[in-house]
C-alpha cells in the first residue's frame, strides 16, 4: 500500500506577522523536555523547521553531531540556511519534507523532533510512525503542539471567543487539528509507541511588550496571512467579521491586566531497543 502523503493545509502560510512568532521560537522555549536528553554526538531530523531558530539551537547543543531541518514548504528553508549561516554552524542542513512519507531509511536518527507540526497534518498517527520508523533503537521521537481550547485569557474582551471559534473551524476544514496538544500521547500509542513520557509546557504574555507582541501578530494575521484568505475564501467568516477579530486582538493587547497563556501538550518517547 503507498505511503499516505501530505492532505492537509498549512493555516498559517508564512506571512510576516507568522514569522514574527516563529522566529521567535527557541529551543530553551519551546522544547526544553526534550533538551535533558541529548548528547554532544547525537543525529538530529527536526521535522516542520519553518525559519529554523529551533533546529540552529539543536545544531549548537549537538556540536559533535548532525541536525537536518526539514520542511513541507520549500521557500522557507532559504531563511532556515540563512539562520544558520548567520550563526556559523557548519553541523545542519535543510530539505523538503513531508512527514507522512520520509525519504530516509530506517533508524537513521537518534532524536526525531517536531514543534507545532501534528495540528496541521491530514494524518498525525502515520506522520508519528514515520518518525518513530527514522528514529534508532534507544533514540526518541519528540513532539510538541498547542491546544487552541485550552487557551485563556484575561479580560474577556469581546470578539477573542470568536477569534477561538474561528480559528478553529478554520484550521478543521484546512484538515487539521487545532486541539492537538490533548490528543499527542493518544496519536502516539495509535501509532505504536508504548514508552512514553506526557508532559505540559506554556508560553505566557503578561508584560506591555509582550501582550503588544503577541496582540499584534494576531491582529495583522487576522487580515493579512494565508489564514486570513482561507477564512474569507472558506465561507467561514467576512472581511468585517476579521476586521472586528483584528480590532479585539488590538484592545486585548492595550489593556494593563491583560494575561495570555498557551498550553502545549509534550511527548517525549524512547524508541524500544
Known sequence: ????????????????????????????????????????HMKILDIGCGPGTITADLAELVPDGHVTGV???????????ATAAGRGLANVDFAVADVHALDYPDDTFCVVHAHQVLQHVGDPVQALREMRRV?????FIAV?????????????VPGLDEWL???????????????????LMSWALAAGLRDITATSGTWTYSTPEERAWWSGLWADRTLA?????R????????????????????????????????LHGEI???KEA
Not at 520542511?71 to 522557507?76: E, F, L, R, T, V
Open 231 to 262: 477564512a474569507t475564501q472558506g465561507g467561514h467568516a467576512t472581511e468585517e467579521q476579521l476586521r472586528a477579530v483584528s480590532a479585539a486582538w488590538r484592545e486585548w493587547g492595550g489593556r494593563q491586566d491583560g494575561w495570555f497563556a498557551v
Open 71 to 81: 520542511d513541507h514548504a520549500p521557500g522557507i528553508l532559504e531563511q532556515a540556511r
Open 268 to 270: 517525549l518517547c524512547r
Open 135 to 139: 528514529t534508532r533503537p534507544g533514540g
Open 1 to 40: 500500500m503507498p505511503k499516505a502523503r501530505e492532505t492537509a493545509v498549512y493555516t498559517h502560510g508564512h506571512h510576516e506577522s507568522v514569522l514574527r512568532s516563529h522566529t521567535w521560537r527557541t529551543a530553551a522555549n519551546s522544547a526544553a523536555y526534550l533538551l535533558g536528553s541529548l548528547k554532544p
Open 165 to 183: 471559534d474561528l480559528y478553529e473551524r478554520v484550521a478543521r476544514a484546512n484538515g487539521g487539528e487545532p486541539d492537538a496538544g490533548r490528543r
Open 225 to 229: 496571512s494565508a489564514y486570513a484568505d
Open 144 to 156: 510538541r503542539d498547542a491546544d487552541y481550547a485550552a487557551m485563556t485569557w484575561y479580560p474577556a
